[in-house]
């Protein structure tokens, strides 16, 4: 990987709070934290931002748990079958075929992202 670039702002307190507390629970720094949460900031196109901001800004806590929970399904239902197709493309490397129903090939990508997250911490 690259080295990365610092890049500074202000965050409101609420937010520097929520920082602090995805760093702790993720065993990582603050400044690792903001690194992945800007990370996901950036993927979406520009009217999704402008979308967003707007929830932000003038949305009430309805409206930003809503947004919340859609966003956490999208990334559960994206990381599920990124998952799915490296495990199906380990079987196929391997030269096996698979006949697992999707609740056993779930299983089995949740028990590589723990393996993944292990060997990440140990590295």
Known sequence: MAAGKTVSFIAEPSHEERVAEIA???GVTRSQAAARISALGVLPPTAARRAARFILEEGDDE??????????KAIARTSH????????????????????????????????VATYRKERRAG
Do not use: P
Request: hydrophobic letters at 40%; aromatic letters at 0%; zero cysteines.
């Open 81 to 112: 079958a990124l998952l799915e197709r490296k495990l199906l493309g380990q079987a196929d490397a391997r030269g096996l075929t698979t006949n697992e129903t999707e609740e056993e090939l779930e299983a089995h990508a949740v028990d590589a």
């Open 63 to 72: 409206a930003q748990r809503q947004l919340s929970t859609a966003l956490a």
């Open 24 to 26: 702790r629970a993720d």
